[in-house]
């Protein structure tokens, strides 16, 4: 099969409904540079030494920024994108009662600390080993373990929506016996890669006027393009990734105005991080058998991505199920708040 052919398969193959995921066209990347269980074994998990519920250091010189809604037992939010931190916590869960909600910026993204700004190198390889080092699932779900730590919880009730949906269920899966409840709000569909649906860019064109076809193309070919991302400036990603909100803007209606944050506050390595560690082809499925919490599936009615989604990850787990928020979209934590919570809060009281 030619390199182009991959390619191609490779972008058809990708989802990130919800945010910022780019197919970069590594034909020579086949499996996943993230590995299943790897990070229980990981021998850095505990904080930094400074670290304190009002201080997320989860490692030495990495400060997660976060934000608390309400008093109570301690919710972990986990955001998507990838890469796109929100500037403001979902008002969804100003109406949680009884709970104290911990929102947080990703490494890499929003507020946190960045451990990539740019590369020097000319070795792809190299730039690879520690971008997906640095910023990949591996540290990405290592973090949710720290923060469980630091907020001295022995088990977590976790939120993840888009590509954090993945993200939590791909924790729950290696910290089966951490986790208390899971709610999967929209999640990203990567669990199985490439998906057998429609893939994000594909359904965006679609989506798109006609008139906007020749733009997207373009956009689209100088997007994917991986090694030319190692020698670009952050600035330089920010203005390139930030199209892919305002294409879906277009497509899709005005996205809340705190999911669409400024180019500056994009995450532009963390996207590109999370790419690396999901390779070309993966089936993550099977692991989420071992998560025996209660699991709860949102699926907003309008969503772009398809139903099936939702039922695919509720399907996995032992005890997971689906719930559909009428007249959402994709963010409906943030645009019908009063239906998420409502659904959020009977699962929670649920025994």
């Known amino acids: 099969m030619s390199r182009r052919r991959l390619l191609f398969r490779v972008l058809l193959g990708l989802t990130a409904a919800g945010g910022l995921l ?5 034909w020579f990347m086949g499996k996943p540079l993230f590995q299943q269980g790897s990070v229980a074994g990981m021998q850095d998990l505990q904080p930094a030494p400074d670290a304190t519920p009002a201080h997320w250091e989860v490692s030495p010189g990495i400060v997660l920024a976060h934000h608390t809604q309400g008093e109570g037992a301690p919710i972990l939010v986990v955001h998507g994108g990838p890469g796109i931190a929100p500037t403001l916590p979902a008002p969804a869960w100003r109406q949680l009662e009884g709970w104290a909600v911990h929102s947080y910026d990703q490494r890499g993204t929003g507020a946190s600390t960045r451990p990539i700004s740019g590369f020097e190198g000319s070795s792809v390889w190299t730039n690879i080993k520690a971008l997906e080092g640095a910023l990949g699932i591996q540290q990405q779900l290592a973090d949710i ?3 469980r730590r630091i907020l001295g919880e022995e088990q977590l009730t976790l939120i993840g929506h888009s590509y954090g949906g993945l993200l939590a269920a791909l924790y729950a899966a290696e910290m089966p016996d951490k986790v208390k409840q899971l709610v999967l709000i929209s999640p990203a569909d990567l669990l199985v890669f490439p998906s057998p649906r429609d893939d994000l860019f594909t359904s965006l064109r679609s989506r798109l006027p006609t008139e906007h076809h020749t733009a997207f193309d373009t956009w689209l070919k100088d997007y994917l393009d991986l090694p030319g991302a190692f020698g670009r400036s952050e600035e330089e990603l920010a203005s390139l990734d930030s199209q892919l909100t305002a294409f879906w803007a277009d497509a899709l209606g005005p996205i ?10 994009l995450g532009v390595w963390h996207p590109r991080a999370q790419f ?5 082809r993966h089936d993550w499925s099977k692991a989420l058998a071992a998560v025996h919490a209660p699991v709860l599936v949102l699926h907003g009615e309008d969503d772009l991505q398809s139903p099936d989604v939702a039922r695919m990850y509720a399907d996995a787990f032992p005890s997971g199920r689906v719930e559909v928020i009428d007249g959402a979209g994709h963010y409906g934590h943030y645009t019908h708040p009063e239906q998420v919570a409502s659904v959020v809060s009977e699962f929670l009281a649920s025994p």
């Not at 780019?22 to 590594?26: P, S, W």
């Not at 690396?276 to 070309?280: A, K, W």
């Open 256 to 265: 809340p105005e705190a999911v669409n944050p400024p180019a500056s506050h």
């Open 22 to 26: 780019a197919g970069i066209g590594l």
């Open 276 to 280: 690396l560690s999901m390779g070309m």
């Open 145 to 147: 373990e720290r923060v």
